[in-house]
């Protein structure tokens, strides 16, 4: 089953279920999926898991950029709501690579392209981006091939 799919499936599931919640966000989901699919003209074949877990990405990278700005401003609420799309979202997501594969990996690229000073971060990170895929979170990517490019 396609990953498309599944999220028809499950939003199905939650709107008869009564969680309405749930419903809404994959529905907002799916819209999301079917304007990425008119804007690159793939509105018959559709898009890969691939293209679709990045839009996914994308949406979750939203809700945490709404996160932070509710909480600065002391809107508690708002801000839960966004956690528990982001949370329904990242169960689409693959298993993200933690703090330490990342590092080995950001190691590796590094080595493998002889990279030196902060001028190659765009280089390493574009490799590792490339390897991870969406199993990497970018923000993480960043901080840690900085981290390591400016030693």
Do not use: C, H, W
Not at 126 to 136: I, L, S
Request: hydrophobic share 35%; net charge negative.
């Amino acid at each position: 089953m396609s990953l498309k799919d599944k999220i028809q499936e499950d939003t199905k599931t939650a709107l008869l279920g009564g969680d309405r919640f749930a419903g809404d966000t994959l529905r907002n989901l799916k819209a999301a999926i079917l304007d990425e699919e008119v804007a690159q003209g793939k509105r018959d074949e559709g898009l890969s898991d691939e293209d679709i877990e990045k839009i996914i990405a994308r949406e979750i990278k939203k809700r945490k950029e709404s996160i932070a700005v509710y909480e600065q401003n002391g809107r508690a609420e708002l801000a839960e709501q966004e956690k528990r799309e982001a949370d329904i979202l990242s169960a689409y997501m693959p298993e993200q690579m933690s703090e330490d594969e990342l590092r080995k990996l950001v190691d590796e690229k590094i080595k493998e392209l002889g990279a030196d000073g902060p001028q190659a971060m765009g280089q390493v990170i574009g490799a590792v981006k490339k390897q991870a895929g969406n199993t990497a979170d970018g923000a993480m990517v960043a901080r840690i091939v900085k981290e390591s490019l400016g030693r």
